[in-house]
């Protein structure tokens, strides 16, 4: 079972997502420049509404390489001495290949993903051996021990985060896991232009016979109404989180949520950019992926001004010219929109509103499933 989320949304002047030289990111389609958010961005975003939002917060993940102070953190709140928690728990991680940043031994060499459950059984395994982990020189006996224990636990967890956007151990591949989840890249309907905002700002205790600003600058921008796509492999979802069936409701429904209510943090305090979605259109089908990017491979122009109308008119176009071709194993299409719903209606059924829409669609997804 395959749920699919396609997303006209548009933008007022804003920098959600900036290159290496401070611009918007963009890039080439259709042979004309387009604005895009990437995909990274936005799963960002995702992953911090999860943390705040989740009605499961002990079913989360954390992605950091300051796990090795997390851990000890938690061996401190079970009495143990800080500095030997710290020994522990970095002796631990070396036993099965994960070891500590050559710059800095608080830290990780590389960012790792891993639930809060797996955290605090790391925890129980380095208290039932820190005595021996805390030592200069660790038994061979003692490593295997805990190299064991470690590699069973690490194949437990339902972090509902984790389980959506999958993990990569470098050094411990076996515990990699795959995502149920694909963004894409978010891309403008349309062709764009980048724009600037020269600004100047004022010291407010200059001497008042003083003219001028006291600094001068520029913001690069853009303003852009962006095609979305996402899905969720919800078998894939389901087999990563141990075949839990609540978690994995709760999951797949604080995801929707998330595609529609989460958004980059890039330049907000300048910009303010919080535009909701302008159609969402939810797709369950029995397998098979379709992204409708190429909808927009002939960037949207309407000489009458406005871009969403024309977006949400020429994806529900696409649709039904593909679908015409290859077919529709669809079992349930419903959208919602703030726009012309007459030009949407190709889609599907208008859910009217974002409640009926999570509700139908999560009945479509789980009615007579089995875990």
């Not at 950091?64 to 709140?77: D, G, K, M």
């Not at 978690?247 to 998330?258: D, F, G, M, P």
């Not at 719903?341 to 859910?351: F, H, S, T, V």
């Amino acid at each position: 079972m395959i749920l699919e989320l396609h997303l006209i949304q548009n933008f007022a002047p804003s920098n959600l997502n900036r290159s290496d030289t401070g611009a918007p990111k963009d890039c080439t389609f259709g042979g004309v420049r387009r604005a895009r958010i990437s995909s990274q961005c936005f799963k960002r975003a995702m992953r911090t509404y999860f943390r705040d939002k989740f009605e499961k917060p002990e079913n989360l993940a954390e992605r950091s390489t300051r796990l090795i102070e997390n851990i000890a953190q938690r061996l401190v709140a079970k009495g143990r001495e800080e500095e030997q928690a710290r020994k522990a728990v970095l002796a631990a991680l070396t036993c099965i290949g994960l070891k500590a940043s050559k710059k800095d031994t608080a830290k990780t060499e590389y960012l790792l993903f891993m639930g809060r459950d797996e955290l605090e059984r790391i925890a129980s395994a380095c208290d039932e051996h820190l005595d021996e982990l805390a030592k200069d020189k660790p038994s061979d006996d003692a490593k295997k021990a805990v190299k064991k224990a470690l590699m069973e636990l690490m194949n437990e967890g339902k972090a509902a985060d984790l389980g959506l956007f999958g993990r990569m151990l470098a050094d411990l591949p076996e515990r990699n896991r795959d995502a149920a989840s694909q963004v894409a890249h978010a891309i403008s309907t349309h062709k764009v232009g980048l724009e600037f905002d020269f600004f100047t700002a004022v010291d407010d205790l200059r001497p008042e016979d003083t003219a001028g600003s006291d600094h001068l600058g520029t913001v690069e921008f853009n303003s852009a109404c962006f095609y979305r796509y996402a899905n969720v492999n919800i078998d894939k979802l389901r087999e990563n989180l141990q075949k839990d069936e609540e978690l994995t409701k709760a999951t797949v429904a604080a995801y929707i949520r998330a595609a529609v209510e989460a958004l980059p943090t890039g330049k907000q305090n300048s910009f303010a950019t919080h535009e909701k979605p302008s159609l969402v259109f939810a797709v369950v089908r029995d397998s098979g992926m379709m992204s409708l990017a190429n909808a927009f491979e002939k960037p949207v122009f309407d000489p009458k001004g406005g871009l969403v109308d024309e977006s949400i008119k020429r994806l529900a176009e696409h649709y039904a010219s593909v679908t015409g071709v290859y077919g529709d194993n669809a079992v349930s299409r419903v959208f919602i929109t703030t726009g012309d719903g007459d030009k949407a209606a190709a889609l599907g059924e208008n859910a009217d509103s974002f409640d009926n829409l999570l509700d139908r669609t999560m009945s479509a997804i789980f009615n007579g499933k089995e875990g």
